[in-house]
């Protein structure tokens, strides 16, 4: 059963206000997550409003913890308060990435940065929308009307989906309990493509996804072997697989820092990738390492 263990410490801000630094060790997942919503919870009833997740010592966020962490942002900022994340771990950082949701919080690499970052919340909020708000669109889904009347983020009170939509108008909705996830960690010198493909099936079976899009998915995994053994030169090397879907696509996140991921945009292996997979990325993530990002789509 995993464990999520609480340190959490009184800090004050630039304006003198008092706001909690919460050390969170563990995993946020289905065992943890009631206790972790309900430590947050009890906070913001206690009159404090902002907090600083310092999420370090986290092993792992499953959906579910995800998606909490999304709706306790959402219920601070209600308050006229804010939830900062500090120390992501490049795991995590990959994860949020893949799911869109970065979009969502403010990560910061230390304590100080975040606190001096509660100063700076009046200056940020000058900003001026390029779109024409108010705006007003269907929900996917539901197909209920929503009138938005300016960017930020919101919760739709009949389905209880979160969304986003920034200053041009680009709307992005998280429906986190839809989305299932495999996490996997392997040595760079391992053959693990039929290992993952397995996996891989699994999960899109689970998903109810069609046979076509897991035998590109399949086949994907294979050309990414294959450009992981090449550019690996390090018997002691490992990487981190993230397995991310829902009921319209599967995306597979490689997490790596060492030269097994470390390589030139035009590599020959990425044009390799493109022709099963319907987006391709790879990127130096901000915190540190390499992520190698593949979506495939129902269409």
Do not use: W
């Amino acid at each position: 059963m995993a464990v999520l263990n609480f340190d959490i410490k009184t800090v004050t801000l630039p304006s003198g206000e008092e706001s909690k630094a919460v050390f969170l060790t563990g995993s946020i997942d289905a065992s943890t997550n009631q206790t972790f919503e309900g430590r947050l919870s009890d906070i913001l009833s206690a009159g404090t409003h902002n907090v600083m997740l310092v999420l370090t010592n986290v092993k792992y966020i499953n959906s579910t913890g995800l998606g909490t962490i999304v709706k306790c942002v959402d219920n601070f900022r209600e308050k006229g308060g804010d939830i900062k994340l500090v120390g992501v771990p490049t795991k995590v950082i990959a994860l949020f990435e893949m799911l869109g949701l970065l979009a969502l919080f403010e990560t910061h690499e230390t304590i100080e940065a975040a606190v001096a970052s509660f100063g700076k919340k009046a200056a940020k909020a000058q900003a001026q929308p390029t779109a024409k708000f108010p705006i007003q669109f269907k929900h996917p889904i539901t197909g209920m009307g929503l009138n938005i009347s300016q960017p930020g983020r919101f919760k739709d009170p009949r389905s209880g989906d979160y969304f986003s939509i920034d200053q041009n108008g680009t709307i992005e909705f998280y429906e986190m309990s839809k989305v299932k996830m495999i996490e996997a960690k392997l040595p760079a010198d391992l053959d693990f493509a039929a290992g993952l493909a397995s996996l891989a099936g699994a999960l899109a079976t689970r998903l109810r996804l069609p046979a076509d899009v897991t035998s590109h998915i399949q086949r994907g995994l294979t050309d990414a072997a294959a450009i992981i053994r090449k550019h690996a030169n390090d018997a002691n090397e490992t990487f981190n697989v993230l397995l991310v879907g829902d009921q319209d696509k599967l995306q597979i996140g490689i997490v790596g820092y060492g030269n097994a991921l470390n390589f030139r945009p035009d590599d020959a292996g990425l044009k390799a990738l493109e022709s099963n997979m319907d987006e391709v990325k790879h990127q130096v993530l901000s915190t540190r390492g390499y992520l190698l990002t593949m979506t495939k789509r129902v269409r």
